[in-house]
């Protein structure tokens, strides 16, 4: 993933937050955006289903909270039902990279957006969010998530928890079906479905009141045509990631 790469999705979300807006009518101590930004590195498979790894560039943000006048998104109470938009990244693949790929289609970065519903306890949190994908991917995925939240200290945020993905039949057909043309795969037609079950773990440390440092550790099994697909066959149906992000806040009044 290059840095050009990682741009691209970056200016997506701001532009999305941006058409957000709304009237430049309302009364500016009315109006708010909280939300962070962060970045780092990932050792993770250098495409879904590959059993080689590299280490990129990686991106995160979340919003937590969008305010105008009387209409607010997100704040308050950290417990509770929360809803929120949700972003994606999958960066680009190109056949010619890897060997058992090549006659493959090449696929492009997708950026992906859509929501995010969470509830949260003191001590744990459920979450479901759907996205859509844009450029690359035009399918459509879905995220599922419990997590036991610990917390050690004041600044220590450690979650751990199952996870489920899921994703449709065009998001399988672009990254694990393979056409006849394939040289060293043979064809092969997927269906979306569940893709995949692992387990996350993450820690978070606050720094300042507006830095953090987090890292985390995941894993995922593909499954059903997701596994079965000789693009997994060719590599591997387990698949880790690991990441540590550096994370600024911003609160802008406006």
Known sequence: MTGRDIRRPLLAALAATTLAAGPATLAAQDRHLAFELGGGLAYAPAYEGSDEYSSTPSFQGSLQSLGFGSMALGGGDATGFGIAPSFGYVGARDSSDYDELKGMDDVDWTVEVGLKAKYTWDSAEVSAAVRKGFNGHEGVVADLAADAILRPDARTTIRVGPRLSLANDEYADTYFSVPAAARN???YSAEGGLKSVGA???????????????????????????????????????????????????????
């Open 185 to 187: 795969l043979s064809a």
């Open 200 to 254: 996350e773990i993450s820690a978070r440390r606050e720094l300042t009141d507006i830095w953090s440092i987090e890292g985390s550790l995941g894993y995922e099994r593909l499954t059903n045509d997701f596994e079965d697909s000789p693009v997994t066959r060719a590599g591997s149906r387990d698949q880790v990631r690991v990441g540590v992000s550096l994370i600024r806040q911003f609160d802008w009044r406006f």
